[in-house]
Each structure stands twice: as structure tokens, then as C-alpha cells.
């Protein structure tokens, strides 16, 4: 059973940056790098929403419109671990930051769309607050 883990989260002003990081537990056969990763945050209240996504190639990238040209996904495929750089964070930014996984094949997931049902293997969060 796959196990996601997310870190990198605090507290940070507007206008500052955070990295988060995915990594992964209870691969057996395949590493991280045979799954597509997408990254979804949660605020309070509201629904979970996608953020961003990388397949496992790396061939596609998606960013949500509220997050492109401030945030970047990349992976290091040798070291297993997913980042989500965030750069320009706004107050609206806030919320909590969920790590996802899937490696069934999938030619929607990431290089059509960034859904949550697109994706099996969740970690529990990172909370990321950005005060104004």
C-alpha cells in the first residue's frame, strides 16, 4: 500500500515563498517516478480544489489559473520526491496542501485535467498559512 507523505508547510508573510514536498512510503516494485503526482489544497470551508500536476514522465504539467506563473511543480524522480515551489504567496493561498498519487494509466489525469478523482493514493496534509 502506497503511503503519501507531504512536508514543507508553515506560516509565511504575503509575497513569500515555500516549497512544498511529496515523497512516498510502501513501494514495492515501482518508485515514485511510475506515478503522475497532483497537488490539492484545501481552505476552510470551501472545497478541496487542484492546484497543480506532473505525470510521471514529466511530459505534462496542469496549473490551476489562481496559481500559474507564481507556483512550480517539478519532480527528482531519483530521490522519489515531488515539489510544488511556491513563490508569491497570497492570503488566498491559505489552506491545507494534500499530496496525490495514481499509476494506473490514465491519458486524462494531468495532461487533460486536474481532478481529484483522477487520483487513489492521498497523503494527510500540510498546512500552509499565509498572513497579510
Known amino acids: 500500500q502506497l503511503q503519501v507523505v507531504e512536508s514543507g508547510g508553515g506560516l509565511v508573510q504575503a509575497g513569500g515563498s515555500l516549497r512544498l514536498s511529496c515523497t512516498a512510503s510502501?513501494?514495492?516494485?515501482?518508485?515514485?517516478?511510475?506515478?503522475?503526482i497532483g497537488w490539492f489544497r484545501q481552505a476552510p470551508g470551501k472545497e478541496r480544489e487542484g492546484v497543480s500536476c506532473?505525470?510521471?514522465?514529466?511530459?505534462?504539467?496542469r496549473y490551476a489559473d489562481s496559481v500559474s506563473g507564481r507556483f512550480t511543480i517539478s519532480r527528482d524522480n531519483a530521490g522519489n520526491t515531488v515539489y510544488l515551489q511556491m513563490n508569491g504567496l497570497e492570503a488566498e493561498d491559505t489552506g491545507v496542501y494534500y499530496c496525490?498519487?495514481?499509476?494506473?494509466?490514465?491519458?486524462?489525469?494531468?495532461?487533460?485535467?486536474?481532478?481529484?478523482?483522477?487520483?487513489?493514493?492521498w497523503g494527510q496534509g500540510t498546512q500552509v498559512t499565509v498572513s497579510s
Open positions: 496525490a498519487a495514481d499509476n494506473v494509466v490514465d491519458f486524462r489525469r494531468c495532461r487533460i485535467r486536474l481532478e481529484r478523482e483522477d487520483y487513489t493514493y
Open positions: 510502501g513501494l514495492t516494485v515501482d518508485s515514485l517516478a511510475a506515478y503522475d
Open positions: 506532473i505525470a510521471s514522465n514529466g511530459d505534462a504539467k
